[in-house]
């Protein structure tokens, strides 16, 4: 699923603080999916929709609050039929917080938790469009490897990038 995190010029505030997620949080993750201008329709019911199904279905949140206002949220959950292998489905941060590290503190989370419990691979699946050039950026800040490109996958001129952070142990030798 496409991500989007981006970076302004903002003066800085507060940390945020993290915390996990709550039901109280829906109306302001939906209202910052919309305000991001990132995501379509569909893209924002979909965020929802795992908002909504949360621990039932595997899915894990972080969110980010600044000055008490939700800033922004990740969601991650294990990768099925794989071993320690973790998928960041969604990472948005309020357009009026972006540039304020609000982003980079989500992710930093995320992989914490994550190393915490043995995890071995990060996964982030993002979109080629133009549009998602500052997601792009933001990933190649936070030093996240791009693994893999698929043209055309979301729409025709729309790739989708997949970008990896290993979180334990060295990379297997590549077999013979």
Request: include cysteine; aromatic fraction near 8%; glycine fraction near 10%.
């Amino acid at each position: 699923m496409p991500t989007s995190s981006g970076r302004s010029s903002k003066p800085h505030s507060a940390a945020p603080v993290l915390r996990g997620l709550r039901p109280s949080d829906r109306s302001a993750i939906e209202r910052i999916l919309v305000a991001s201008a990132a995501f379509r329709e569909d893209e924002v019911a979909v965020a929802l929709e795992l908002v909504d199904a949360e621990a039932s279905q595997g899915y894990r949140f972080v969110v980010a609050e600044v000055e008490g206002r939700l800033a922004g949220y990740a969601c991650f959950g294990a990768t099925p039929m794989t071993q320690g292998t973790h998928d960041l489905y969604w990472i948005v941060v309020d357009p009026g917080m972006q540039g304020r590290g609000v982003g980079k503190r989500l992710l930093d989370e995320v992989e914490r938790i994550l190393k915490a419990e043995g995890g071995r691979l990060l996964l982030i699946e993002t979109a080629g469009k133009e549009s998602y050039t500052a997601t792009r950026s933001f990933y190649e800040r936070c030093k996240l490897e791009l693994v893999a490109r698929v043209p055309d996958f979301y729409a025709p001129g729309d790739d989708k990038l997949v970008y990896a952070r290993r979180l334990a142990g060295p990379r297997p030798p590549d077999p013979v």
